[in-house]
């Protein structure tokens, strides 16, 4: 099957922004921390697998702000 990788910020847990490229994936998270909107969010990819967003794992790319 194949992966998912949702980008998503804060208290957003949509999956319908990301792609199936981990990559392209990193890429778009990286530019969502860079960008002033997101400060103090936590940035992540949530990783789903099949048609489902069940998530079977997730990266952390920015811890949100205590």
Do not use: L
Not at 16 to 34: F, L
Not at 47 to 55: K, L, S
């Amino acid at each position: 099957m194949k992966k998912w990788y949702a980008v998503q910020h804060g208290d957003d847990f949509d999956c319908g922004y990301g792609s199936t490229v981990k990559h392209e994936a990193i890429k778009m998270a990286n530019a969502m921390k860079r960008d002033p909107y997101y400060d103090g969010e936590e940035i992540r990819i949530a990783i789903t697998e099949g048609d489902d967003d069940f998530v079977i794992d997730q990266i952390i790319i920015r811890e949100a702000a205590c």
